[in-house]
């Protein structure tokens, strides 16, 4: 059972830059698949970005060239860079995970989740 744990959220302006980070408890190498949804208050959980461990990443099209997810195999550890940050960003963003050779868009296609982190963007 791999247990993640994100960091990062806080309050941030418009426009502004956060960086998430998502720690897990053993080697990302065996994990096909590590990807960050957020969900807002009243909303679903939406898929942000993913990557798998090889090939190019993934982007929900309200975030592309503002956000860049990152996988350290080495540190253990998955990254997200926001810039360029709206309020509609504000969320709760999860990292998730899975071993499976799946799709990357749909909450149910991972096994792993951490608690959430909360990002607010607002002036």
């Known amino acids: 059972q791999v247990q993640l744990v994100e960091s990062g959220g806080g309050l941030v302006q418009p426009g502004g830059s956060l960086r998430l980070s998502c720690a897990a408890s053993e080697s990302i190498f065996s994990l096909n698949v590590v990807g960050w949804f957020r969900q807002a208050p009243g909303k679903e959980r939406e898929f942000v970005a993913a990557?798998?461990?090889?090939?190019?990443?993934y982007y929900a099209d309200s975030v592309k060239g503002r956000f860049t997810i990152s996988r350290d195999n080495v540190k253990n550890m998955v990254y997200l860079q926001m810039i360029n940050l709206k309020p509609e960003d504000t969320a709760v963003y999860y990292c998730a995970a899975n071993s499976r050779d799946s799709g990357v868009e749909e909450p149910h296609e991972y096994d792993y989740w951490g608690q959430g982190t909360q990002v607010t963007v607002s002036s």
């Open positions: 990557k798998r461990r090889y090939g190019s990443p």
